[in-house]
């Protein structure tokens, strides 16, 4: 019998339907406009809508920023299995994607990241999975932390240069970080700042308001609702200490509502009242500004409802 009559009929194979439409990268240009130009005839608001899907991939990593600037080399693929890039998560959003950082808002229930005595799934387990399914070296780099029980926007880097620059230069790269929180009590000022040394005890934060050897922290605050014996607070971080909003109201006599460790007795919510809803850098390769944002949470506006 002949070979070909071993393998079967003779007929050729069906080839595998190709899983990405890659373009390749000549000349620098903006991810749109490289698109529409390669895509003939594809509009505005289909190129979004595929950057929106995040089926839009450059060298590996999916993309989803419609100016990302694109050098010549790079590789653009369009994905054909959308299914595969999708992310959905009760605990866990992702607001923004590219190949150096990606940023999420986390659900109040969910850790950051693991610690020596706490190894349930992390935010950062979640993200590590999604990641690696895009390519199985991927990981991602912790940049900085949300207590477990506050809610709201966070970012983490894609690789350890990122991670590195971020951490290193925090300071200059992060430019607006606020947060939403109901505190008991009415407020006795509309705004304010707190200032102290707060120092790590393990088991609680405490501050000092000379230099006792902690660390220098500062949080400016503006009043925006008094009701029903609460008040609805917008925070503004100068510095990102541990618990340090926490603290620092409790220190006025206010502290957010749920959090019994620093002296609240009710839990009207049933969580910690207290969710990072802004968060704005420049971006630490591109040099971009990078702005996020999220609503205040209803429970806390209904807790501010008059009754």
């Known amino acids: 019998m002949s070979r070909k009559n071993q393998q079967g009929s003779g007929r050729p194979r069906a080839r595998a339907a190709a ?7 000549t000349e620098p240009a903006e991810l749109m406009e490289f698109l529409m130009k390669k895509m003939a005839g594809i509009s505005r608001t289909r190129v979004k809508a595929l950057l929106t899907n995040r089926v839009v991939l450059v060298d590996n ?3 989803t920023q419609y100016n990302y600037p694109l050098q010549a080399g790079m590789k653009v693929q369009i994905s054909h299995e959308k299914h595969k890039h999708e992310f959905r ?3 866990l959003k992702i607001l923004y994607e590219d190949a150096y950082l990606i940023v999420v808002e986390k659900k109040e229930g969910l850790l950051s990241v693991a610690t020596d005595h706490q190894k349930e799934r992390t935010a950062q387990h979640i993200l590590n999975e999604y990641v690696k399914r895009q390519h199985r070296n991927n990981r991602i780099f912790v940049v900085h932390r949300l207590d477990r029980e506050t809610s709201g ?14 951490r290193d230069n925090w300071h200059d790269i992060v430019c607006d970080r606020r947060y939403v929180s109901v505190v008991m009590g009415d407020m006795e000022k509309d705004s304010g700042t707190v200032e102290s040394w707060l120092t790590d005890r393990k088991l609680y934060v405490s501050s000092s308001d000379h230099d ?5 922290s500062v949080t400016h ?5 008094r009701a029903n014996g609460y008040s609805l ?7 990102g200490r541990k618990n340090q909003i926490r603290v620092h109201m409790s220190s006025l006599g206010h502290p957010v509502v749920g959090d019994e460790r620093y002296g609240c007795e009710v839990d009207p919510l049933g969580r910690l009242a207290l969710h990072a809803f802004k968060l ?8 971009e500004l990078m702005q996020f944002e999220t609503l205040y949470p209803a429970s806390f506006k209904n807790l501010m409802l008059r009754k």
Request: charged share 20%.
């Open 19 to 25: 899983k990405y439409t890659i373009y390749n990268v």
């Open 61 to 63: 990593n999916i993309q």
């Open 89 to 91: 998560h009760p605990l």
């Open 153 to 166: 926007i966070m970012m983490y880097a894609k690789d350890e240069r990122t991670q590195h620059t971020l």
């Open 212 to 216: 006792d050897g902690g660390k220098f």
């Open 221 to 225: 605050y503006q009043t925006i609702k």
């Open 233 to 239: 607070v917008e925070l503004q971080l100068e510095t």
């Open 280 to 287: 704005c850098f420049y971006h630490p390769v591109t040099g």
